[in-house]
């Protein structure tokens, strides 16, 4: 990969990690508003499906085949469940421990499942095995979590 495709990514991926937070407090908000943590993680969900297929049918995507839906995974489609989950709990806890809170709390889950993906390569993922560097950065985000959250 190019250095500059390697800096556009990594910035992509930074703005989608600063997205996050927004995301909680917005998703937050509407679950006040809707008295219902549950209508507002369905609203989110519905809200992103209008805009998803409306980009879709804009930009003329192809719709996958059967055969390629029946070729994925049968548990691949349970990523939309953990997302359904993530939302719905976000829309609890950020009222209740915060916003900064929620976000590192989500970020240390993230890392830490992550890490031990990479490790054994779970869900089909490469093998990035845990090594010193690596699990200094996890002790240092958990270090870093403790600090935000006790101050």
């Known amino acids: ?7 556009l990514l990594t910035a992509l991926a930074i703005l ?18 809707l008295q219902s943590p549950y209508y507002s993680a369905l609203s989110v969900f519905l809200v992103a499906f209008i805009a ?3 980009y879709m049918l804009l930009s003329r995507q192809g ?5 390629q839906f ?25 009222p209740k421990l915060g ?9 240390t889950g993230q890392v830490l499942a992550a890490v ?9 993922a490469q093998v990035h095995p845990i090594n010193w ?14 600090l935000i959250k006790k101050y």
């Open 1 to 7: 990969m190019k250095m500059s495709q390697t800096i």
């Open 16 to 33: 989608a990690g600063a997205a996050i937070p927004f995301q909680s407090a917005m998703n937050a908000a509407l679950g006040k508003s």
């Open 52 to 54: 998803l297929g409306t």
């Open 63 to 67: 719709f996958p085949t059967t055969i």
């Open 70 to 94: 029946s070729s994925a995974p049968k548990w691949s489609f349970l990523g939309g469940i953990l997302g359904a989950i993530y939302i719905l709990s976000i829309v609890i806890l950020a």
């Open 99 to 107: 916003i900064g809170n929620v976000t590192v709390l989500v970020l």
């Open 116 to 124: 031990v993906i990479d490790q054994f390569g779970i869900l089909g």
């Open 133 to 146: 560097p690596r699990l200094a950065g996890v002790i240092l985000l958990c270090a870093g979590v403790f």
